[in-house]
């Protein structure tokens, strides 16, 4: 397998990561001054460029749960989802070390690491449904504007990021709207408190984006 996508998705994951959690500290250093809607756009804005900037080398998932998706629908093969999964995780483990270096320690304390984690009073459950659908959601978008072949590819990176801010717009408070298990794993592995809720941001993202795939394939999707 060639280096080039690796380095992609490992860049795209990583920007994704720092500028993320970076937002997210940010905001708890200005006190709200970002908020809600502000680090959505951090998120999505960063989606955008990264797909503009590598998508046409790797695809420009920056996800495990997109990969695996792509896998099931037979778009990629499984040494080259097998890399893509490893390149994403370690950019999201090595921008949650920069992070560290960046950011204050005080702050990202303060704001958890920028960990996505269900909100006050949500239960395991509504967050799982949460992930689920929010990433249904971003795999549709994904493989309608960036996978299908009858797809406006110029725009994929634009139409992706603007469903990542809608998402986190509506799912933050819920359950972090992480979409993406290397946004959660990055960030908990230099957190405390976080690692039981793996299965969370790890089967919800993968369910959805599957889920998503399987429908196009099948229902939306020209067969050749």
């Not at 269900?118 to 309608?144: C, K, N, Q, R, W």
Request: with cysteine; proline share 6%; hydrophobic share 55%.
């Amino acid at each position: 397998m060639q280096p080039k996508p690796l380095v992609a998705e490992f860049a795209g994951t990583f920007a994704l990561i720092f500028i993320g959690v970076g937002a997210i500290t940010a905001d708890s250093i200005t006190k709200g001054g970002l908020g809600l809607t502000g680090i959505a756009l951090a998120h999505g804005i960063t989606i955008a460029v990264m797909v503009g900037a590598v998508g046409y080398i790797s695809g420009g998932h920056f996800n495990p749960s997109v990969t695996i998706a792509a896998l099931v629908a037979g778009k990629i093969k499984m040494v080259t989802a097998a890399g893509y999964v490893v390149a994403q995780c370690l950019g999201a483990i090595a921008a949650a070390a920069a992070i560290g270096l960046a950011m204050p320690s005080a702050a990202l304390n303060k704001a958890g690491y920028g960990v996505p984690a269900p909100g006050p009073d949500v239960s395991m459950t509504e967050a799982l449904v949460t992930e689920i659908v929010l990433t249904f959601f971003l795999m549709f978008v994904i493989y309608g504007s960036a996978i299908d072949k009858r797809a406006p590819k110029q725009l994929a990176g634009l139409f992706i990021g603007l469903t990542i801010a809608a998402d986190i717009m509506m799912g933050g408070p819920i359950s972090g709207a992480a979409m993406n298990p290397a946004r959660w794993l990055g960030p908990a592995l230099f957190s405390t408190g976080n690692l039981p809720n793996f299965w969370i941001y790890w089967l919800g993202p993968i369910a959805g984006a599957v889920a998503a795939a399987l429908v196009w394939r099948h229902f939306l999707e020209e067969k050749t």
